[in-house]
């Protein structure tokens, strides 16, 4: 794979490689238009610069990272725990990086890749929409856990990924509402114009009413903002406190995260609401807190643990050349607790 060098790139734009270190230092002296041809061609190409010549000599250094889109999210905090453990059993160091909510995961993974020398990489949470093209521009394997299902679009032997089938499980946890009785169900979702977790959630609570004949109606889903993480209890809260103001009619609030899923109730018990016995709330995730949270909230449980260690053997096996890529989806858990309620 045709990874460039500053050479490369002075060559291919025809100028020097201090005029190409200049445009990537934002040095003044240089010309606009040949600034821009080059921080271009370096953008088409994926040269990213190497910030430290030691990393030189990592080569052959032991080490994976860890990319972590949404980490206002607690769940990735055990799945990030038992990844590390893992690693320290096959004597690999994990590199830890966050990447904001406004950041592109594959272009953050380039530059890590570059400079830290890596053997792996393991996507947590983020967007499933890289093209092809760009996804080869990774010269070492990945794996994206916790995505069950990633866009036909990418080939599936250009990656691996772990998960739960997402879309599946969230009508599941719909299909038990409206076993209960609920028709009116709200949806606190996040990300829902992306190709991510929460989309195809969101999907699945479509696909549920559909299949019960339930029309859906736009007014009652509600996104969360893009000014805190998505993910997060306060966000929630804020979206929820949105649907409470809002005016419309609902029974029960489904959020695509129990974090958002807990937010969501402590705006519904401020606003004189009881949980369950007025509005039912489900979450997805299964984080320890939910079951010691008052009301214990109803949630779809995610294998944590079987994820993480999967994930990392997932990756040291192709990293050996022992397995080619591989797509494994894991089965979720209904944990039924008191946040809600059967209705007449």
Same mark, same amino acid.
């Given at each position: 794979?045709?990874?460039?060098?500053?050479?490369? !790139?002075?060559?291919?734009?025809?100028?020097?490689?201090?005029?190409?270190?200049?445009? !990537?230092?934002?040095? /003044?002296?240089?010309?606009?238009?040949?600034?821009?041809?080059?921080?271009?061609?370096? =953008?088409?190409?994926? $040269?990213?610069?190497?910030?430290?010549?030691?990393?030189?000599?990592?080569?052959? &250094?032991?080490?994976?990272?860890?990319?972590?889109?949404?980490?206002?999210?607690?769940?990735?905090?055990?799945?990030?725990? +038992?990844?590390?453990?893992?690693?320290?059993?096959?004597?690999?160091?994990?590199?830890?990086?966050?990447?904001?909510?406004?950041?592109?995961?594959?272009? %953050?993974?380039?530059? @890590?890749? =570059?400079?830290?020398?890596?053997?792996?990489?393991?996507?947590?949470?983020?967007?499933?929409?890289?093209?092809?093209?760009?996804?080869?521009?990774?010269?070492? /394997?990945?794996?994206?856990?916790?995505?069950?299902?990633? /866009?036909?679009?990418?080939?599936?032997?250009? $990656?691996?990924?772990?998960? @739960?089938?997402?879309? =599946?499980?969230?009508?599941?946890? @719909?299909?038990?509402?409206?076993?209960?009785?609920?028709?009116?169900?709200?949806?606190?979702?996040?990300?829902?114009?992306?190709?991510?977790?929460?989309?195809?959630?969101? *999907?699945?609570?479509? *696909?549920?009413? #559909?299949?019960?004949?339930?029309?859906?109606? /736009?007014?009652?889903?509600? #996104?969360?903002?893009?000014?805190?993480?998505?993910?997060?209890?306060?966000?929630?809260?804020?979206?929820?406190?949105?649907?409470?103001?809002?005016?419309?009619?609902?029974?029960?609030? $489904?959020?695509?995260?129990?974090?958002?899923?807990?937010?969501?109730?402590? %705006?519904?018990?401020?606003?004189?609401?009881?949980?369950?016995?007025? +509005?039912? +709330? %489900?979450?997805?995730?299964?984080?320890?807190?939910?079951?010691?949270?008052?009301?214990?909230?109803?949630?779809?449980? #995610?294998? @944590? *643990?079987?994820? &993480?260690?999967?994930?990392?053997?997932?990756?040291?096996? !192709?990293?050996?050349?022992?397995?080619?890529? #591989?797509?494994?989806?894991?089965?979720? *858990?209904?944990?039924?607790?008191?946040?809600?309620?059967?209705?007449?």
């Amino acid at each position: 794979m045709f990874e460039p060098t500053i050479k490369d !790139i002075a060559k291919i734009c025809g100028v020097g490689v201090s005029t190409v270190s200049r445009a !990537i230092n934002n040095h /003044p002296d240089i010309n606009p238009e040949t600034k821009e041809k080059i921080m271009n061609t370096i =953008k088409e190409y994926g $040269y990213v610069p190497n910030n430290s010549a030691r990393n030189l000599k990592r080569v052959d &250094a032991k080490a994976i990272a860890v990319l972590v889109k949404g980490i206002s999210n607690p769940f990735f905090a055990n799945m990030i725990k +038992v990844i590390e453990k893992e690693c320290k059993k096959k004597h690999y160091s994990m590199e830890l990086s966050h990447i904001e909510t406004d950041e592109d995961e594959v272009d %953050a993974a380039l530059k @890590v890749v =570059k400079e830290k020398r890596l053997r792996g990489i393991i996507f947590l949470g983020g967007l499933f929409s890289h093209s092809d093209e760009k996804l080869r521009k990774l010269n070492v /394997p990945f794996v994206f856990s916790t995505a069950g299902s990633i /866009p036909e679009n990418i080939s599936k032997n250009q $990656y691996s990924n772990i998960g @739960v089938d997402d879309r =599946k499980e969230s009508a599941r946890m @719909v299909d038990y509402l409206i076993g209960l009785g609920h028709e009116k169900i709200a949806m606190v979702v996040a990300e829902a114009d992306e190709e991510s977790i929460g989309k195809l959630r969101l *999907e699945g609570y479509f *696909e549920s009413l #559909q299949a019960h004949n339930i029309a859906i109606n /736009p007014k009652l889903v509600f #996104q969360t903002s893009d000014d805190i993480g998505h993910f997060s209890m306060e966000n929630g809260y804020l979206t929820t406190k949105k649907l409470i103001e809002s005016g419309e009619e609902f029974t029960a609030v $489904y959020a695509v995260a129990d974090a958002l899923a807990i937010g969501a109730i402590r %705006a519904l018990l401020e606003s004189g609401l009881r949980v369950p016995e007025d +509005v039912s +709330v %489900a979450g997805y995730d299964g984080i320890d807190v939910s079951g010691y949270i008052s009301p214990s909230l109803t949630t779809i449980r #995610q294998p @944590v *643990e079987e994820m &993480a260690k999967d994930t990392v053997k997932l990756l040291f096996d !192709i990293i050996a050349g022992k397995k080619d890529h #591989q797509h494994i989806t894991y089965d979720g *858990e209904l944990l039924v607790r008191e946040s809600t309620k059967e209705i007449g």
